[in-house]
């Protein structure tokens, strides 16, 4: 079992800047991948960037491209999302998401593990 925990999440006006964090914990191991997904009210869950665990590969969707960056702390097993120049349009609860080999890293059925969720919510 893998434990997932997010923090960083909350409100924040336009233009602004926030960085989640998720701290995993339990049977982690070996080469894994890490991600974040978010879902904003009545839509489905979305990709939204993805690290391998030696950090060679990223990729994130083409609404927050050159927004948002991705990192971890190995030692810390953390992942982290920095979120800049934050839009309305980002509110939504963010979700960090674990999997050892994940099919296609920006599909949420890939990942076996995840957390609870934290909110961001992006003011006009």
């Known amino acids: 079992q893998v434990q997932l925990v997010e923090s960083g999440g909350g409100l924040v006006q336009a233009g602004g800047s926030l960085r989640l964090s998720c701290v995993a914990s339990g049977r982690t191991f070996g080469s894994r991948v890490m991600a974040w997904f978010r879902q904003a009210p009545g839509k489905e869950r979305e990709f939204v960037s993805h690290i391998s665990w030696s950090g060679s590969r990223t990729n994130y969707a083409d609404s927050v491209k050159g927004r948002f960056t991705i990192s971890k702390d190995n030692a810390k097993n953390t992942v982290y999302l920095q979120m800049n120049s934050l839009k309305p349009e980002d509110t939504a609860v963010y979700y960090c998401?674990?999997?050892?080999?994940?099919?296609?890293?920006?599909?949420?059925?890939?990942?076996?593990?995840w957390g609870q969720g934290t909110q961001v919510t992006v003011s006009s």
């Open positions: 998401a674990y999997s050892v080999y994940p099919s296609d890293v920006t599909i949420a059925d890939s990942y076996a593990f």
